[in-house]
């Protein structure tokens, strides 16, 4: 990459996410954070964090009690605003915990400070509740009339990786193309993705991807696919105003700790684990209750999306899961939760344009990143890096191959591969640097209208059967899945 100047970065959050992603791209880069923002309870170990590893950073500590706070604290607000300006501070990242994100947009948006921040871009606490999934909506439209005020001056983006993933690019221009040259919509999209993140039930209360504070997969890795979604769905406007989708119903399934407790009981894991040393919590039985209110391991979706007749134009089917394939063989937790303990990525995609193309992606892993071998031997099925994409054409009509078959690395050039970590990693990167250099508006929080509508609707949809009070979908207030913006 080119040299650029360097900025001032603040860093909010010094997990295993922030370590392997933004950290480690900052280092290659040569631009490492001036501020690390993060709770008191992890200021000693950042500090042995950053001295093992040579990187000369302040670091402004959280109250611990103050963690869960929808809003900085007045005090606390105006002294990082203090040491923001103190160290000139001009990026920021986003790497916390997802329920604080809305706090740390917040500050920055108003205070002009570019700002990048993980998925998803808002979660409540009580997601059980309809008051707090309504919090959702209520806390984009805020972050966007802040960022309206601002936006000629700074960026303000989503970490949405798959945005900048050659793939996934490709797909996009193909289908938007095809659209605009025939007229005819996407008619039916499954997007299918499993983490194989085992989270057994003495790790139901960690910090990491929780699942206590009432939401799961989808706030977690689920919302890349929701916001895929949304950009295919997007697509459609490209047809004739007959065909433009205005409204959807969308109906749900989830599986819930409780469930999980059930198809995989106590039991059943003392018997798989009876030779290894199992922990304490596993001495007394499980009490199911205690989970009822605890966030989603898998969530199914069914959308129809509709034009303004009420006919449909495109059935979207999203399975998104974590209680499936992994390769954990261990009952006690590792200390990498995030990426080394038995995580296996599933992916797949599915797309019809009625009878004229169909779009197929299949991505399947079968062992951990730390288990890399042949580059090449990566890409084959079972690979880290297998990706690939199947294209079938009604070619009599439309012209070209009836199929054709494209692997992710073929759209790559110049590959390092001695030192490559991935192509997933390489389009992180590649988002982080256009952000830090001011490059596109690829992500940008105005564009998460509508998979921030999709997770509203879906998320209520998902838990009205869990609390008495949601037993009704409210109809929304606005028509907020209009296409006719990008």
């Known amino acids: 990459m080119e040299d650029v100047e360097q900025k001032n970065i603040a860093l909010i959050g010094l997990g295993p996410h922030a370590k392997r992603s933004y950290l480690r791209v900052l280092q290659k880069n040569n631009n490492l954070p001036k501020l690390i923002i993060d709770l008191k309870s992890q200021e000693e170990s950042i500090r042995e964090y950053l001295a093992k590893n040579g990187i000369e950073a302040e670091i402004f500590s959280i109250p611990d009690e103050n963690k869960d706070d929808e809003v900085l604290q007045e005090q606390i607000y105006k002294t990082l605003l203090d040491k923001v300006k103190e160290l000139n501070i001009s990026h920021a990242l986003i790497s916390t915990e997802p329920k604080a994100h809305f706090a740390y947009m917040k500050f920055f948006i108003e205070n002009g400070i570019n700002t990048l921040s993980d998925k998803p871009i808002t979660a409540v606490k009580d997601m059980h509740k309809v008051e707090s999934i309504n919090k959702l909506k209520q806390q984009y439209n805020e972050l966007v009339k802040l ?12 970490m949405c990786q798959r945005r900048f993933h050659k793939g996934y690019e490709y797909i996009l221009n193909l289908v938007e193309d095809t659209i605009k040259k025939y007229n005819i919509p996407i008619t039916y999209l499954d997007i299918y993705h499993c983490d194989g993140k085992w989270m057994m039930p003495h790790d139901y209360d960690v910090e990491n991807h929780p699942y206590k504070y009432g939401y799961g997969k989808m706030f977690h890795s689920g919302y890349h696919f929701v916001d895929m979604l949304a950009e295919f769905i997007k ?37 798989l684990f009876k030779d290894q040393e199992i922990p304490e919590f596993y001495d007394n039985e499980i009490d199911k209750s205690n989970y009822e209110n605890y966030g989603e391991k898998d969530f199914h979706a069914l959308m129809d999306f509709k034009n303004k007749d009420g006919r449909t134009i495109t059935i979207a089917n999203m399975d998104m899961l974590q209680t499936g394939f992994s390769r954990r063989a261990w009952i006690q937790t590792k200390p990498d939760m995030y990426k080394g303990n038995g995580r296996i990525r599933h992916e797949s995609l599915n797309l019809q344009i009625g009878p004229l193309m169909n779009i197929q992606i299949h991505s399947y892993q079968s062992k951990e990143i730390q288990e890399r071998e042949d580059f090449k031997k990566e890409q084959e099925v079972g690979g880290l890096e297998n990706f690939d994409i199947l294209v079938f054409r009604n070619s009599d009509l439309i012209g070209g191959e009836p199929f054709e078959e494209i692997h992710l690395g073929d759209l790559y050039q110049d590959v390092n591969e001695e030192n490559f970590e991935g192509y997933n990693e390489l389009a992180r990167e590649e988002f982080i640097m256009d952000f830090i250099n001011g490059g596109t508006n690829k992500s940008d929080l105005l564009e998460h209208k509508l998979a921030m509508e999709l997770l509203y609707r879906t998320s209520l949809e998902l838990n009205k059967n869990m609390n008495k009070n949601i037993e009704q979908v409210p109809k929304h207030e606005e028509e907020d899945i209009s296409l006719d913006d990008d």
């Open 147 to 158: 960022y309206e005020q601002h936006k000629d001056e700074i960026s303000c983006k989503i």
């Open 235 to 271: 697509l459609n406007r490209f047809t004739t105003p007959d065909k433009r989708i205005t409204d959807v119903d969308i109906r749900t399934a989830r599986v819930g700790l409780p469930d999980e407790l059930t198809t995989m009981s106590r039991e059943d894991i003392l018997n």
